[in-house]
């Protein structure tokens, strides 16, 4: 006999009225019973915040489909730890209205909800698409139930989330699915100053053109050559191969111990 359904929990930044999380819900409800918990605006690039000095008001907009007043993180924890019956089988966070390539993953809300997923055990991907007005989300939704399939059958190695990219065009012109590593993105201009008609300044925080650092396996090169992104993100952001060459720093002392070391040799030369 056939095990219970999966259970999917599908979130977003870009929030609960979003095209791209409502294409993603619709798709996914052939895979299992599909929750939804969005923020009810948008709250792109909140990155990993968590609302502490406010309460959190959740709306019931549909079956299993709630819009909270907060982060997307604060949607993951509500609906894993208060909301749901039990924790879901898959996270999916997105469909993203705009890629998540590279450093864009540090101030992502969409792969942060994914990455919160993570901590609280539950494997968990980041959908995000190519594009600025208009969307393929048919095709990204597509490309989504696929690889949540094989993350429901195979799972995902500890402490790892997917960060999906998928290029905006139609299903079949897409060449296929690449693995790859996050690249770095650099903006020119990323500060634009202005005058305001009362005469103060101000500020908008954006690039006008991005360049890329050439990598093996660079991620945003695969969206160039019209194929899906798919990056394994891990949890742990230690670096491990430079840990031996601060050793030597294990041996500063703290200024205390210094002010220490210095009190007793100075009782020690009085009492002789």
């Known amino acids: 006999m056939p095990g219970p359904p999966k259970r999917i929990l599908v979130t977003n930044d870009d929030g609960i009225h979003s095209p ?10 052939k895979v299992g019973e599909v929750w939804v918990v969005a923020p009810d605006r948008e709250r ?20 299993r489909t709630y819009a909270v007043n907060g982060t997307p993180v604060d949607c993951v924890n ?18 993203n ?14 792969v942060s909800a994914a990455m919160e997923g993570t901590i609280l055990g539950v494997p968990s991907m980041a959908v995000s698409q190519e594009g600025q007005k208009q969307f393929y989300f048919d095709a990204g939704a597509r490309y989504a139930v696929r690889i949540a399939r094989l993350v429901l059958k195979e799972g995902l190695p500890d402490e790892t989330l997917v960060n999906l990219n998928i290029p905006n065009r ?25 005058v305001d008609p009362h005469g103060r300044t101000y500020y908008w925080i954006a690039g006008t053109r991005v ?17 899906v992104s798919l990056t394994p993100i891990h949890l742990d952001t230690t670096n491990h191969g430079v840990l031996d060459r601060f050793r030597k720093w294990e041996t500063v002392r703290r200024p205390h111990q210094g002010r220490a070391a210095a009190s007793q040799k100075m009782k020690g030369k009085q009492k002789g």
């Open 44 to 63: 792109t690039a909140v990155a990993h915040a968590v609302t502490l000095h406010k309460p959190l008001r959740v709306q019931q907009i549909g079956t």
């Open 78 to 95: 509500l609906a894993v730890l208060k909301l749901m019956p039990s924790p879901p089988d898959l996270l999916v966070s997105g469909i």
């Open 20 to 29: 791209g999380l409502t294409a993603l819900a619709k798709a996914l409800s």
């Open 97 to 110: 209205r705009g890629v998540n390539l590279g450093d864009d993953v540090l101030y992502s809300g969409t």
């Open 211 to 227: 360049s890329w650092s050439r990598s093996k396996d660079a991620d945003h090169e695969a969206l160039e050559q019209g194929a």
């Open 170 to 194: 139609p299903f079949e012109s897409i060449t296929g699915v690449r693995v790859t590593c996050l690249s770095r993105r650099r903006f020119d201009n990323p500060i634009t100053e202005k």
